[in-house]
């Protein structure tokens, strides 16, 4: 019986989405149960919604509203440790993510064995213990 060939994933993110995190944390958790070889690339997201003239869930009530609850949902579940900040739209749209993603993109450019941990730690800075990045 032959073994079966990994599957490679490529996980295009960026730190100030909490989603992104997610998926991020879930793929890593089960990278080996799954078999996939995960491929991290990180990017600006705030580039891609101005781009394609998109509106962030946080400019569009109905969609933040659902996104709050979501996220509260998905941190019991995958115990992912979540913290919406009380001021999550400065922290999303005046301050950003430019100068960290350009830092992340950098390192993983440079030395990519670290972009996980540091991707990860800029998650928690933003999402978990609510510290600038």
């Known amino acids: 019986m032959s073994a079966v060939a990994k599957k490679t994933i490529e996980l295009y993110y960026d730190v100030i989405s909490p989603y992104s995190w997610i998926a991020f944390e879930v793929l890593c958790r089960y990278r080996s149960k799954w078999n996939i070889d995960l491929k991290l690339k990180p990017f600006f997201l705030g580039g891609i919604m101005q781009g394609s003239d998109n509106k962030p869930p946080g400019f569009v009530p109905n969609k933040a509203t659902y996104m709050f609850k979501d996220i509260q949902r998905l941190r019991r579940y995958y115990q992912i440790p979540i913290n919406i900040p009380s001021d999550v739209a400065d922290i999303m749209f005046n301050k950003g ?36 990045v």
């Open 97 to 132: 993510s430019l100068p960290t993603m350009r830092y992340v993109c950098a390192v993983d450019v440079k030395d990519a064995q670290h972009t996980e941990d540091l991707s990860r730690e800029f998650w928690m800075r933003v999402w978990s213990r609510v510290c600038n």
